[in-house]
C-alpha cells in the first residue's frame, strides 16, 4: 500500500505561484511514475503534469506547459509543482496520484494509470 499526503493549496491572486507538495509513504520501492491532475467544479478531472520517478522526464498539459514545473526528490518520496503565471482556470482541486504498475497499455496522462491517489488540494486563483 501507499499513502500520498499533498499540501500546498491556497488562495492566490491571477498571475501569481504556488508550490504543492505530495509525500509519498509505504510501498515506495516501486514507484513508476507520479502525476498531477485537477478537477474544477462540473467538470472532469483532468492531468496537468507527470514525471518519471526514475528518470525524472516530465510531461505537462498543454494547458500548463511553460508555467508549471513538476519535480521530485527520490530520497524524500515527495513530488513538487511549482505552479507560476497562475490563472483563474487554473482554480480546481489538485490531486497527486501514484503509478507502481508501469504498464505500457495506458498513457499516464489517464487517470486509469495510477493506482493511488490523495486527497485532493484546493487552488483558487482570485482575479
Known amino acids: 500500500q501507499v499513502q500520498l499526503v499533498e499540501s500546498g493549496g491556497g488562495l492566490v491572486q491571477a498571475g501569481g505561484s504556488l508550490r504543492l507538495s505530495c509525500a509519498a509513504s509505504?510501498?515506495?520501492?516501486?514507484?513508476?511514475?507520479m502525476g498531477w491532475f485537477r478537477q474544477a467544479p462540473g467538470r472532469e478531472r483532468e492531468f496537468v503534469t507527470h514525471i518519471t520517478w526514475s528518470s525524472g522526464v516530465p510531461r505537462y498539459a498543454d494547458s500548463v506547459k511553460g508555467r508549471f514545473t513538476i519535480s521530485r526528490d527520490n530520497a524524500k518520496n515527495t513530488m513538487y509543482l511549482q505552479m507560476n503565471s497562475l490563472k483563474s482556470e487554473d482554480t480546481a482541486i489538485y490531486y497527486c496520484a501514484l503509478d507502481v504498475d508501469g504498464s505500457v497499455f495506458i498513457v499516464r496522462s489517464n487517470p486509469d494509470a495510477y493506482e493511488y491517489w490523495g486527497q485532493g488540494t484546493r487552488v483558487t486563483v482570485s482575479f
Open positions: 509505504g510501498r515506495t520501492f516501486s514507484i513508476r511514475t
